[in-house]
Every structure is written in C-alpha cells, then in structure tokens.
C-alpha cells in the first residue's frame, strides 16, 4: 500500500467516524442510559441479599427464644400447583411458537415446561396421600 493510499483511506475512515457521530442524536445521554441497568441489578441484588440476611436474624432470634416450630411442607400439594402452572405455561408457550414459528425446535421452549408440568400432576395423581 501506498502512502497515498494509506492517506486516502485514512481519509475516508475518519469521513466514516464523522458521519457516524452526527447520525446518532442523543451520545450525550448515553452513559446514563447504559448505567440505569447496572444500578438496578446492583440495588436488586442488594435488597436480596437484606431479605435474606433479616429472615436470617429474625430465624436465629426465634430459635433463641425457643419459640421455633418446625413448618410443615406437602410436596404432594406444592407439585400440584406447581404441575398445573407449567402446564398452562407449557401450553400457552408451544401453541404460541408453533403459531409464529412453525414446527421448529422453538417448540422445545414450551414442550419442556409441558412436560414438566404434566410429570409432576402424575406425581400428585400417583402418589399415596398421607
């Protein structure tokens, strides 16, 4: 390449940058547009990490105080409803990709849910109930 050549491309490349820049209105806000994700994935998590740090506390001041009893959890009943839910999401999701998409393996994105859900509302039909 020659230096003409070099300068003419150099040349066009800042015509690029330039026309570029003018092109998009509104660089100046940019910083603030990029940074409004970050801080509210950084407060996001933060008021998490409270959450969970104060039902902590709260947990060890009950047990403390001697006053703790054990929760009762049905897995039978918590499969049911979590069943039903995936299965209308499940549903909901494979109709709407097989509208839109077509038979494709987008309908993965809403037959595992499906799936899912239906396993589950077997486990709540098939299991002994207490």
């Known amino acids: 390449m020659t230096p003409e050549e070099k300068e003419a491309l150099f040349r066009s490349l800042e015509e690029i940058r330039i026309a570029i820049q003018a092109s998009q209105p509104g660089g100046e806000y940019k910083a603030i547009l990029y940074s409004i994700p970050i801080v509210g994935i950084i407060f996001g998590w933060l008021l998490l990490f ?5 039902w902590y506390r709260q947990r060890m001041a009950i047990i403390k105080a001697g006053l703790y009893q054990k929760e009762k959890f049905d897995l039978r009943l918590y499969s049911f409803f979590l069943g039903l839910i995936l299965t209308f999401v499940g549903v909901a999701l494979s109709v ?5 998409l077509g038979k494709s393996l987008a309908m993965l994105g809403g037959l595992i849910p499906l799936g899912t859900g239906l396993g589950l509302l077997c486990y709540y ?5 207490k």
């Not at 709407?96 to 839109?100: A, D, E, N, S």
């Open 50 to 54: 409270f959450l969970f740090f104060w």
């Open 96 to 100: 709407t990709f097989i509208l839109v």
């Open 125 to 129: 039909k098939w299991s002994p109930r």
